[in-house]
């Protein structure tokens, strides 16, 4: 079956300006996660929610960092005012609930200029 | 603060051979831990894991042993294959916060012939 898809793969921006990040997990799946990539860096937990709602957001750096699921499927990951330290790999991952296995999407790049 | 350190950022280990990746731990709530490979433009897979009450698990070609004491979990992969070469991630959690996986800075391992 299709794994996580995430879009779009790469996402080129100005600093200040604003992006969306888009994160189809597997379907079926209730639990999904968003993580950041910095270069040399692992994966570092952003946020994670079970249903339609946020279960733990105490990775989003700051109030700049929001993200949604308004239908327990999809997901967004909103970021205003983007600053270059942005810059990173966004991962999404999904699970067939809590404590289970997490699956990856591919990520998408951001690159602030 | 690297709650998870892997020291080594590489390891070139001939095909045939054993592969050993080592991961250190700061945290003694961690008692849940994974291992993770990624390739190039992919997301982070699943390996294997290993819950703290126990010392080794093992999966085929893959072990992960995990010295508590020393707060240290090692992955070994026999024989290794070409098809090994990837970075491996190691990531940990705690029983108040299984999702949070908190992952290392992950090493690369290339596998030649």
């Known amino acids: 079956g299709a794994g996580v898809s995430q879009t779009p793969s790469n996402k080129v921006t100005e600093k200040g300006k604003y992006v969306e990040l888009r994160c189809d997990p597997i379907s079926g799946h209730t639990a999904l996660y968003w993580y950041r990539q910095s270069l040399g860096q692992g994966p570092e937990f952003l946020i994670y929610?079970?249903?339609?709602?946020?279960?733990?957001d105490s990775g989003l750096p700051n109030d700049r960092f929001f993200a949604v699921r308004p239908e327990g499927s999809v997901s967004t990951l909103k970021i205003q005012r983007t600053e270059r330290g942005d810059s990173a790999v966004y991962l999404c991952a999904s699970s067939l609930s809590f404590q289970e296995t997490q699956y990856f999407g591919p990520g998408t790049r951001l690159l602030v200029l | 603060d690297q709650q998870v350190k892997q020291n080594s950022p590489s390891l070139s280990v001939q095909e045939g051979r054993i592969s050993i990746l080592n991961c250190d731990y700061t945290n003694s709530m961690f008692d849940y831990f994974l291992w993770y490979k990624k390739y190039p433009a992919e997301g982070p897979t699943f390996l294997i894991s290993i819950s703290s009450i126990k010392d080794k698990n093992e999966d085929g070609r893959f072990t992960v042993f995990l010295n508590k004491s020393a707060k240290h979990l090692s992955l070994h992969i026999v024989p290794s294959q070409p098809g090994d070469s990837a970075v491996y991630f190691c990531?940990?959690?705690?029983?108040?916060?299984?999702?949070?996986?908190?992952f290392g800075t992950g090493t690369r391992l290339q596998v030649f012939p």
């Open positions: 929610f079970q249903g339609t709602g946020a279960a733990d």
């Open positions: 990531a940990a959690s705690t029983p108040y916060n299984t999702d949070k996986l908190i």
